[in-house]
Every structure is written in structure tokens, then in C-alpha cells.
Antibody, heavy 122, light 106 residues
Framework: QVQLQESASGLVMPSQTLSVTCAVSGDSVTNGFYSWSWIRQPPGKGLEWIGYIYQSGDTYYNPSLKSRLTISLDRSNNQFSLKLTSVTAADTAVYYC??????????????WGQGTLVTVSS | SSELTQPPSVSVSPGQTASITCSGDKLGNQFASWYQQKSGQPPVLVIYQDSKRPSGIPERFSGSNSGNTATLTISGTQAMDEADYYC?????????FGGGTKLTVL
């Protein structure tokens, strides 16, 4: 049974960089059958896809965030990370990591972390 | 489909059938997935590949997708099904979520 656990600093200053890490257990981030994703949810609002990474290191980002976003793999520690630069209050959200089966023309999320709230405020 | 539209809310009486729709341009040409999210919890996958149920999801959850609309159907709705529901599709390589529907079991 795969488990995903997010960790992050809970408070980030405006214009600074937001960093979140997802520790994976019960599976490997080098498993080629899955992609590893980030999704966020502002308080009281819906889900927003941020981006995902394959075991190859190939990444795909939400076009609205692409210029500020980096997703990376840490194979030695079996985790993946998100960095979002130049943050504003609009980036305040619960950040979820998730695993997605790689099935050709199908992409969905079969396992999610519990989420971590990141607040952007001075 | 770059944008998915869901009704903000749906109400259903216990034991009745609830239907939640998700509309998007040519959505029927893609695969739709559905997630259930209860308050303060992460989303849970309830339907993938239009109509398949993951292990552990009750049979009362079913899905369909045709034309421009995917539909999540909950038969014999129970109080425990009260939650927010999100549809999701993959417009390669972009992933899109619907805005979410709050299901109220009255």
C-alpha cells in the first residue's frame, strides 16, 4: 500500500519561494508505471492541477504556473518536490501530492497524500 | 477539453439516485475520472476510465461518458455519500479538474 506524505514550511513571505516535499513509501518514484503529481486547493475552493513528473525526469506543468514552477525527483530519498517562486496570497492553499498510473491516453490519481497547508503572508 | 463544468450543488434524498454531470468540449473523446472529497480530507478516487471502480468503492457508484458530458451516478444514496465531487480529464499533457459539486443528502 503506497503512502505519500507532504512536508513544507507552513508560512511563506510574499515574493519568496514555496517549497513542498512528498515522501513516498510502499512504492518507488523510479517506478515507470506511475507519474508523481502536485495538486493544490485554496481554502474553500476547488482542486487545481499543478504539474507532474515521470521517473525519467520529464515534467509537465500547468501553463498558468509554468514560469514559476519546478518539480523534481530525489531518487536516493524516494521523494519528489515542488518549488514555486515569487509567491503571492493567491498561492495560499493545501498542497497535495499524488500518484498517477501511466496508461497511454489515461491519467488519473489513485493515491493522495493528506495535504499540507501553505500560507503566503507577511 | 481545457475546461470542465460541473453544477455547484446537487441535492438528493436518502435511498434515491444522484447524478452529477461534468461538461467539456468533446469530453467523450477523453477518459473521465471522479473523486470524492469529504470535509478536511484528501480526495478519493471513485471512478476512473469513465466507468471503472477502484477496489473498495461501493457498487452504487457508477460512471458514463459520451459526447460532451461525463456523469457520475450514485444509486441508493446514503448519508455517508455527502461530499464534494470532482471530475477530471487528461487533455494530454494537461490535466483538468472540474470546479466541483457539493452533494447534499437531505
Amino acid at each position: 500500500q503506497v503512502q505519500l506524505q507532504e512536508s513544507a514550511s507552513g508560512l511563506v513571505m510574499p515574493s519568496q519561494t514555496l517549497s513542498v516535499t512528498c515522501a513516498v513509501s510502499g512504492d518507488s518514484v523510479t517506478n515507470g508505471f506511475y507519474s508523481w503529481s502536485w495538486i493544490r486547493q485554496p481554502p474553500g475552493k476547488g482542486l487545481e492541477w499543478i504539474g507532474y513528473i515521470y521517473q525519467s525526469g520529464d515534467t509537465y506543468y500547468n501553463p498558468s504556473l509554468k514560469s514559476r514552477l519546478t518539480i523534481s525527483l530525489d531518487r536516493s530519498n524516494n521523494q519528489f518536490s515542488l518549488k514555486l517562486t515569487s509567491v503571492t496570497a493567491a498561492d495560499t492553499a493545501v498542497y497535495y501530492c499524488a500518484r498517477g498510473p501511466v496508461l497511454g491516453d489515461l491519467q488519473y490519481f489513485d493515491s493522495w497524500g493528506q495535504g499540507t497547508l501553505v500560507t503566503v503572508s507577511s | 477539453s481545457s475546461e470542465l463544468t460541473q453544477p455547484p450543488s446537487v441535492s438528493v434524498s436518502p435511498g434515491q439516485t444522484a447524478s452529477i454531470t461534468c461538461s467539456g468540449d468533446k469530453l467523450g473523446n477523453q477518459f473521465a475520472s471522479w473523486y470524492q472529497q469529504k470535509s478536511g480530507q484528501p480526495p478519493v478516487l471513485v471512478i476512473y476510465q469513465d466507468s471503472k471502480r477502484p477496489s473498495g468503492i461501493p457498487e452504487r457508484f457508477s460512471g458514463s461518458n459520451s459526447g460532451n458530458t461525463a456523469t457520475l451516478t450514485i444509486s441508493g444514496t446514503q448519508a455517508m455519500d455527502e461530499a464534494d465531487y470532482y471530475c477530471q480529464a487528461w487533455d494530454s499533457p494537461i490535466i483538468v479538474f472540474g470546479g466541483g459539486t457539493k452533494l447534499t443528502v437531505l
